[in-house]
Structures are given as structure tokens and as C-alpha cells.
């Protein structure tokens, strides 16, 4: 059948892949003997005894610390039965990389080394926004030939991220796999998009997503509206879930290493050394694009609703939250907007299909602020814990440059919510 043949279409180019990977071992192997490492000299007790010991010592932690299956709570009754069915990766064992446990390392491999699918191109629309803000909607050329009433996949990246990312495309990858009409949805000043006002994104106010999920609804009246939403851009779809409640046009979504807590979130990021980093890298991210606006021509510095020297002196996510987030925004003080944008005591409030996926390890989502007790008296949202991925990381395979754990659980979750919503209609 035609889906089968682009079945077969995308498992080919990705061995395609997976062979050029191959071709690259062998030559950095083939490297290293030229170079002489591999006829280096070495004590006779170092050659077998050390290596073998260190090495059955580390096998014997990776298989019994490592390899664990993730905690999976909530989504009880015929939803748990779904995702038990069509989402095996959900229930078994998760292998990570062995030499990217680290969460740091983790979660920065991902971005540096996964190849991104050379079969995903995009059409792009412009969507102009309430206020004059401009976004796009950036669809995916390889499911215009799907049948109208295709259910579409909206996808949303996280903070710094856009329809350019890899682990982006690789989501698409699934969308189309299961026959799904991708397509990203890049906030103001993301993939290319000029600033057009001083507005950038907010976790609680979601009137941007919803005003494009609203003309999408118009777009494709007759598909429905699966959302999957990483980091930032899972927030966003939670928030919008729990704010339109029976009235949401998102039937479905799957998150990825999206905080529940923003209090836990700024104090996990912003009281570690370590952690601190990424406050500061993200800080700068966001001070880019605000600057991006205002170095247009007849843009002024008087006419904005927070001081933008000081808003060019900070260094980390909470005082940009603090002195320009808040006021643009409407907020009382830091600690009212981060009130708003914390979601795990808004539970309840979701009526639609929820599965989010985050680490243990994640630095940006501890798991001390996971819903548990919430999530168990739901019977739309399930979370599910792997002991080891980072963020945005769930690193699988020797060398993991392309698909990841996550990238196989939407690919189940979407097969899950065709089933699903057959039998709801």
C-alpha cells in the first residue's frame, strides 16, 4: 500500500544513515592504527588483568543500576490499556548511553551530535499575532500527500529550539511514520522570525498557541489536533490543557522534559554551580532576540514597559523573568508569575489525553516536583520517570546520532491516540 511504501521510504534512508555511521567508525578505527595507538607497548598485567576487571565491574553496574524499566503513574483505566498495548517503549527497560550517564553530558551530546533526517523540508506560513507579533507555522512537504482529514501534529520546541532542530525533525519523522501531517509551530523570534514587538514567549500566557491552534482548527476542520511539546513548549501545551479544559482543541499530548514546577525549576537551575550555566546560557538567549527588536529602525527604548538597561545587565532566567517577563506580561511580582506557571496542582483541570515524559536526572525538572499523587487520580494524564536521559537527552545506542527513546514513544503515543480517538468518536 502507499503508507507502507513511505514506511519502507524512511527505514531506507535511515539504514542509509546508520551505514555512513558504520563508515565512520571504521575510519576513525583505521585513524588510530596509523597513528600507532594500536601497537602501543603496555606492562603485561595492564594488557588483559586492569582492563577486563574494570570493564566486568562496569558491565555489572550498567546492567544492575542502569538498565531500569521507567516509573510510569496515572493514565489509569482504557487508557493505560492503549499505552500498554501500542506503547511498549513505555514499559520496557530503557539501555542508555553507556558513556552519557551523566545528565550533563546527556543532555548536551544530543545537540552537538544527532544528525537530523535529510527527508524532512518544510513549507513555511507566517502567522501574524494579536499585538503584531509575527510566528510560523513551518509544515512538513512530505505529508501534503496525505488525505485532507489527516490528523495534524503540532510540535513546539523548547526555549532555544525551531523546526530547524534535529530532535525537531525527528519527531516529525514520527508524525509522518504514522501518518500524521507535521508541523512546528516557532514562537516570536525562533527559526528566523523577526521580533516585531518586545513580547517574547511566557509559560502561563498562552494566547499565541491558542490562537494558532485556533487556525489550524479552521485550516483542517476535519483532523484532529495531537499536540507534542518539549520543554518550554510542554509547559505551554500543559498550561494551555488545564486553561480550556473540556474546550480544548488539542485532543491529545505528549511532553518531553517539561517542568511542572517553575519554583522548583529556577531553584534546581539557579542554586548549583553546575546547573547554573544553563540559566545564564538560556538568559543570554533571550536578551538576543529582545535586542533583535530593538535595534530596528524606529524602535524605541522609551516606549517599553520595563527598563531595558537593567534588562541587559542580567545574568540568569529569574531576574529576566523578574524585570522584563513580569511587567510585560501583567504579573504583580516574580513570585505571582511563577504561581501561575506552576501546573502540578492543576491536575484535575486537564481533560484531554496527557503523557509526559521526563529524568530523573533532568537538571531543569527535579523529580521531587513530579505530580505523583496527583497524576494517580487521573485518568487523562500519566507520567512517565526514566532513571537516566538528561534534558532533552534519552541518549540510546554507541554512537546516538539519530533516533532517541523519545522519538519512539511519540511514534507509539500517536499510533495510541488514532485507536483512541476512534473509539471516542
Known amino acids: 500500500s502507499e503508507r507502507d511504501s513511505r514506511r519502507t521510504s524512511y527505514q531506507h534512508n535511515i539504514n542509509m544513515q546508520s551505514a555512513e555511521d ?13 597513528l600507532g595507538f594500536a601497537n602501543m607497548e603496555q606492562p603485561p598485567s595492564a594488557k588483559v588483568t586492569i582492563p577486563v576487571a574494570l570493564l566486568s565491574a562496569f558491565v555489572v553496574y550498567y546492567l544492575l543500576a542502569v538498565v531500569k524499566k521507567p516509573k510510569v503513574a496515572g493514565g489509569n483505566g482504557r487508557l493505560r490499556e492503549l499505552y500498554q498495548q501500542h506503547c511498549p517503549s513505555l514499559w520496557e527497560s530503557y539501555w542508555p548511553t553507556f558513556w552519557a550517564l551523566n545528565a550533563h553530558v546527556s543532555s548536551i551530546v544530543r545537540a552537538f551530535i544527532q544528525r537530523p533526517p535529510p527527508f524532512i523540508s518544510y513549507e513555511r506560513e507566517l502567522v501574524e499575532l494579536a499585538d503584531g507579533g509575527m510566528a510560523s507555522l513551518d509544515w512538513v512537504k ?7 482529514s489527516a490528523p495534524v501534529l503540532l510540535i513546539l520546541a523548547g526555549m532555544s529550539g525551531s ?11 514520527a508524525g509522518l511514520s504514522e501518518d500524521y501531517r507535521p508541523v512546528v509551530f516557532n514562537q516570536r523570534g525562533a527559526g528566523g522570525i523577526p521580533m516585531k514587538t518586545y513580547r517574547l514567549f511566557c509559560c502561563s500566557k498562552v494566547d499565541d498557541l491558542q490562537m494558532t491552534i485556533h487556525y489550524i482548527r479552521k485550516r483542517c476542520p476535519e483532523s484532529k489536533i495531537v499536540g507534542v511539546g518539549v520543554s518550554l513548549g510542554g509547559i505551554q501545551m500543559v498550561s494551555y490543557l488545564h486553561q480550556t479544559g473540556d474546550n480544548s482543541d488539542l485532543s491529545a499530548v505528549l511532553t518531553i522534559s517539561s517542568a511542572w514546577s517553575t519554583y522548583a525549576t529556577q531553584k534546581s537551575i539557579e542554586q548549583s554551580r553546575v546547573n547554573i550555566r544553563y540559566s545564564r546560557y538560556l538568559c543570554g538567549k533571550v536578551k538576543t532576540t529582545l535586542l533583535s527588536y530593538l535595534e530596528q529602525d524606529g524602535v524605541s527604548r522609551h516606549d517599553l514597559p520595563f527598563d531595558m538597561e537593567q534588562a541587559l545587565r542580567v545574568t540568569l532566567m529569574s531576574e529576566f523573568d523578574k524585570v522584563v517577563t513580569v511587567p510585560v506580561f501583567g504579573y504583580s511580582s516574580l513570585d505571582a508569575y511563577y504561581a501561575d506557571a506552576t501546573t502540578n496542582n492543576k491536575v484535575d483541570r486537564i481533560k484531554r489525553p496527557l503523557v509526559c515524559v521526563t529524568a530523573a536526572n533532568d537538571p ?6 513530579l505530580p505523583f499523587e496527583a497524576v494517580e487520580k487521573s485518568a487523562m ?3 512517565v520517570v526514566t532513571a537516566y536521559g538528561g534534558h532533552i537527552g534519552f541518549l540510546e545506542g554507541v554512537l546516538p546520532t539519530r533516533q532517541m527513546l523519545t522519538d519512539r514513544v511519540c511514534k507509539e ?13
Not at 531543569?364 to 516536583?369: G, K, N, R
Request: net charge negative.
Open 381 to 383: 494524564v500519566t507520567l
Open 413 to 425: 503515543f500517536l499510533l495510541a491516540m488514532k485507536e483512541y480517538h476512534s473509539k471516542v468518536a
Open 22 to 34: 558504520i563508515s565512520w567508525l571504521n575510519d576513525m578505527s583505521a585513524m588510530a592504527q596509523n
Open 364 to 369: 531543569f525538572v527535579p523529580e521531587d516536583s
Open 142 to 148: 512530505e505529508a501534503n500527500v496525505l488525505p485532507s
Open 163 to 173: 523546526s530547524d532542530c534535529a530532535y525537531v525533525k525527528y519527531l516529525a519523522l
